[in-house]
């Protein structure tokens, strides 16, 4: 007999968590995913990364995000969430919408990344082993692969949801041309995309400049935000300095060099509207993202409880007045 370990608040789907369309499909998403890309891997402790996947369940939230390659080191984050669905999430797994992906580089060798068919079922195969999963819900291309015919790979994830290893199919990061094709083939081939990946935040907003979003709507495809915070930037982190224990401190992914004077300027003007709207500038940042109803859902990290129910509190406040819209705008 299974045991279990954890019981689900009763109250997870009272309404205070709203859940959003994908495109033209039956899935919908909580407004806030929970990511894996940082702090679930081998550098946080299973106790702390089951705290917040538990808390972010009990909060509605129902979509985690995770990668082949995601930790570090590359494979752990897969790992931490496989012990935590065998021992308290496995009762609930139809409530659950669960995402990996592969395109970047894995191990070693030239079938360890990319978009050959060699390397995204391989992939899979292997994530679903650490993740003690029969299928994920949806499964992404991580990247464009320049080199590698583009039907080779479409075709894979094709062949990936009809061998029942997947639900559903998704690309990332692919640029305009070739994410039309995409849309294009897997609509062909019965198996049309449910979301596009994309960063996008206050600071970067290149999915509304280069027609992705637009392209998101046209072609009946879900949108999912990630990096909403900017690596953290769009935060109070660093308004008065930068902290030992900060991305930038550690020397990690967000260099130093990417606060510059007239980055730190812009972010206090910001912190100054958000103080306004009652809101911490990370909360301003997400509900600014999701002011937008192209958007499904944005995917945030947290390294705490504490943190992540700070980000859920972004819900609390979606509604920017026309003049806070042209001011961000200016920044």
Not at 11 to 20: K, N, T, V
Not at 104 to 117: K, N, V
Not at 193 to 222: A, M, S, T
Not at 269 to 274: F, M, Q, R, S, T
Request: glycine fraction near 8%.
């Amino acid at each position: 007999m299974l045991k279990i370990y954890y019981y689900p608040s009763e109250q997870r789907y009272d309404g205070d968590m709203p859940y959003r369309r994908c495109g033209k499909s039956g899935i919908l998403l909580p407004a806030i995913s929970l990511g894996l890309w940082h702090n679930f891997g081998g550098v946080d402790t299973l106790e702390n990364s089951k705290k917040k996947i538990h808390y972010a369940f009990d909060h509605g939230i129902t979509h985690f995000d995770l990668a082949n390659n995601y930790g570090p080191p590359y494979g752990s984050a897969e790992e931490t969430f496989g012990i935590i669905m065998k021992n308290s999430l496995k009762p609930y797994r139809d409530e659950l919408f669960i995402s990996t992906k592969a395109g970047h580089d894995m191990w070693d060798g030239p079938y360890g990344e990319w978009g050959s068919r060699k390397h995204l079922i391989s992939s899979l195969d292997q994530s679903l082993k650490r993740m003690n999963l029969d299928y994920v819900d949806i499964f992404y291309s991580h990247r464009y692969d320049p080199h590698t015919p583009m039907e080779e790979t479409l075709q894979a994830l094709t062949d990936i949801v009809r061998a029942g290893k997947a639900l559903y199919v998704g690309i990332s990061k692919y640029p305009p041309e070739a994410a039309q094709f995409a849309y294009n083939y897997l609509r062909e081939n019965k198996t049309p995309c449910l979301l596009y990946q994309g960063k996008y935040n206050i600071f970067d907003r290149e999915p509304e400049c280069n027609g992705i979003l637009n392209g998101c709507e046209q072609n009946g495809v879900g949108f999912i935000a990630f990096s909403p915070l900017a690596q953290g930037l769009l935060t109070d982190r660093y308004l008065y300095g930068i902290p030992d224990d900060s991305r930038i401190g550690r020397g990690g992914y967000l260099k130093k060099e990417s606060l510059t004077d007239e980055t730190l300027t812009r972010i206090k003007k910001l912190d100054e509207i958000a103080k306004r709207r009652n809101q911490t500038l990370a909360q301003m940042a997400i509900s600014w993202i999701l002011k937008d109803q192209r958007v499904s859902s944005v995917i945030v990290g947290a390294s705490s409880v504490e943190q992540l129910s700070g980000n859920i509190d972004a819900l609390k406040n979606l509604n920017f007045s026309p003049e806070e819209i042209d001011v961000i705008n200016k920044i």
